[in-house]
């Protein structure tokens, strides 16, 4: 029952910025937009939300289009740390459980 | 500030043991969430609790698994006789009380890694 379709896999250059898609058309008016990542063996790590205005924190901007179907996740100055899985997760507010699909696998490469 | 501690971090287990594994929420946070990661697969939801009181357990294992909030203490996942399909990264996340979904973000622990021989 999976809510969002991300990439597999992408690759970016160090210090460039690191642009991941999310598709969500079938969101509803409740739903918000979470991402996380998870760097390898480690516990995810929750980087931004939103429901839908865009959104910005010290880790990342989230775009989010004006029909709410998907979202775009942008690391400003990718680092080689910024290498991660991460999750693109459709959330209602009154649900609790996270969902977590395969993800998009990020590669930094220097 | 600390955040959400998992202990132990791995954890080797023979078939038949016990496995028990805590999570101490964040300071501030009453809801802690266990989720478990397959090998190769993605983290699915186990159990919801609240101090003293499960509130959603529709993701754990029927048989074996057991998990408690109580009033004082670290939350504690509890496997009874393991078996080798239970070897997983076991993590823990809390979120303050809920007001919304802004309040209420989960943050996640470092999680346990149970081998099971």
């Known amino acids: 029952d999976a809510k969002t379709t991300q990439p597999t896999s992408m690759d970016c250059a160090e210090g460039r910025a690191a642009n991941l898609p999310c598709n969500h058309s079938?969101?509803?008016?409740?739903?918000?937009v979470y991402w996380y990542r998870q760097i390898h063996s480690q516990g995810p790590q929750y980087i931004i939300h939103g429901l839908k205005n865009n959104e910005t924190n010290e880790m990342a901007s989230l775009i989010i289009t004006e029909d709410r179907k998907s979202s775009t996740l942008i690391l400003p100055h990718a680092t080689l740390r910024d290498t991660a899985v991460y999750y693109c997760i459709v959330r209602a507010e009154n649900d609790y459980k996270l969902s977590f699909g395969a993800g998009t696998t990020v590669t930094v490469r220097a | 500030n600390a955040g959400v501690m998992q202990n132990p971090r791995h954890l080797v287990r023979r078939r038949g043991q016990e496995a028990r594994l805590r999570c101490s929420p964040m300071k501030g946070h009453s809801h802690v969430y266990w989720y478990r990661q397959l090998p190769e697969e993605g983290l699915k939801f186990m159990v919801y609790l609240q101090k003293e009181n499960i509130i959603d357990e529709s993701g754990m294992p029927k048989e074996r698994f057991s998990a408690e909030f109580p009033k004082e203490g670290p939350s504690i996942l509890r496997i009874q006789q393991v078996v080798r399909g239970d070897s997983a990264a076991y993590f823990c996340?809390?979120?303050?009380?809920?007001?919304?979904?802004?309040?209420?973000?989960?943050?996640f622990g470092p999680g346990t890694r149970l081998t099971v021989l």
């Open positions: 079938t969101i509803s008016g409740n739903e918000y």
């Open positions: 996340a809390s979120s303050p009380p809920r007001r919304g979904p802004s309040t209420d973000t989960q943050y």
